[in-house]
């Protein structure tokens, strides 16, 4: 599985983004996805996670009620909403994927590059 992350960028605070990951590879729809920060000087961290079938997400406490994970199978995509953006927020965002929901939030085996985004205050 390849991955492929798209739609970072700058926005005001309080502003919203869609982040897309295309994904390559017959397996994607059973796999569990998800999206990962990391900003400036810290570590990568969770942000959400989505099954294979889209019915279950889990998110961050600093991005819970703010964003949202979703995945569409049929063109091998999953999404990360984020709305109510803060300055705290401005990270390089990473998909990541995995046949196991419950190895993707500390090990998934498959890594999309970063895509940026900045939020100003």
């Known amino acids: 599985v390849q991955l492929q992350a798209s739609g970072g960028g700058l926005v005001q605070a309080g502003g919203s983004l869609r982040l897309s990951c295309a994904a390559s590879?017959?397996?994607?729809?059973?796999?569990?996805m998800g999206w990962f920060r990391q900003a400036p000087g810290e570590e990568r961290e969770f942000v959400a996670i989505?099954?294979?079938?889209?019915?279950?997400?889990y998110y961050a406490d600093s991005t819970k009620g703010r964003f949202t994970i979703s995945r569409d199978n049929a063109i091998n995509t999953v999404y990360l909403q984020m709305n109510s953006l803060k300055p705290e927020d401005t990270a390089v965002y990473y998909c990541?994927?995995?046949?196991?929901?419950?190895?993707?939030?500390?090990?998934?085996?498959?890594w999309g590059q970063g895509t940026l985004v900045t939020v100003s205050s």
């Open positions: 989505i099954n294979w079938s889209g019915r279950s997400t």
């Open positions: 990541a994927g995995d046949p196991s929901l419950g190895a993707i939030t500390t090990a998934p085996q498959y």
């Open positions: 590879g017959r397996s994607f729809s059973r796999y569990a």
